[in-house]
T-cell receptor, first 112, second 122 residues
Framework: KQEVTQIPAALSVPEGENLVLNCSFT??????LQWFRQDPGKGLTSLLL?????REQTSGRLNASLDKSSGRSTLYIAASQPGDSATYLC???????????FGTGTRLLVSP | DAGVIQSPRHEVTEMGQEVTLRCKPI?????LFWYRQTMMRGLELLIY????????DSGMPEDRFSAKMPNASFSTLKIQPSEPRDSAVYFC????????????????????FGPGTRLTVT
């Protein structure tokens, strides 16, 4: 059974810092990995999707990497801003299936 | 596009009552997913459809839960009878399931979520 873990569970940083969020999964037979952002009381916003054949994806100040063989992904946020404060979730899907298995999330607080 | 639309946004009901949650996926998407989010268990997939056909309902907790997708633009999740432990936020998501990656189109299987329905059963 696939298990997805995110470390740390919570992170507090001052504005302007670069930071890394970690995601690990137990079964490397994934089809893709998706990073989401969730604001309090809101739905999930897709940030980046990495196919299993890819090593990284970039969008603006965000960069997600994938090391499928070791079961790890990282989300790098450059020059963090207070508006980045949210919970970040990673999720993986398996080859041939579309269902996503979610991690427990990292709650990020960026203070001005 | 307006994105995935869910209604109602909030629902408060008494134990034993029937609850129906509704979802309208993004136009053109052919896969639809129902998730439940709680503090204890995080986000869990309940059921998903491809081309209106249920593919995997292994996450549906009990027979009290049922889901339908009568057409490509509408799905319902019904709980009958509801219980306090069903209190959670229920999300609907949709995606475009395709074997091809066309330039300018969303990545295959990228899921887009609705705002959720916060259900409270007293």
């Amino acid at each position: 059974k696939q298990e997805v873990t995110q470390i740390p569970a919570a992170l507090s940083v001052p504005e302007g810092e670069n930071l890394v969020l970690n995601c690990s999964f137990t079964d490397s037979a994934i089809y893709n990995l998706q990073w989401f952002r969730q604001d309090p009381g809101k739905g999930l916003t897709s940030l980046l999707l990495i196919q299993s054949s890819q090593r990284e994806q970039t969008s603006g100040r965000l960069n997600a990497s994938l090391d499928k063989s070791s079961g790890r992904s990282t989300l790098y946020i450059a020059a963090s801003q207070p508006g980045d404060s949210a919970t970040y979730l990673c999720a993986v899907s398996h080859t041939g299936f579309q269902k996503l298995v979610f991690g427990t999330g990292t709650r990020l607080l960026v203070s001005p | 596009d307006a994105g995935v639309i869910q209604s109602p946004r909030h629902e408060v009901t008494e134990m034993g009552q029937e609850v129906t949650l509704r979802c309208k996926p993004i136009s053109g998407h052919n896969s639809l997913f129902w998730y439940r989010q709680t503090m204890m268990r995080g986000l869990e997939l309940l059921i998903y459809f491809n081309n209106n056909v249920p593919i995997d309902d292994s996450g549906m907790p009990e027979d009290r839960f049922s889901a339908k997708m009568p057409n490509a633009s509408f799905s319902t999740l019904k709980i009958q009878p509801s219980e306090p432990r069903d209190s959670a936020v229920y999300f609907c998501a949709s995606s475009l399931r395709t074997a091809l990656r066309d330039r300018g189109r969303p990545s295959p299987y990228e899921q887009y979520f609705g705002p959720g329905t916060r259900l409270t059963v007293t």
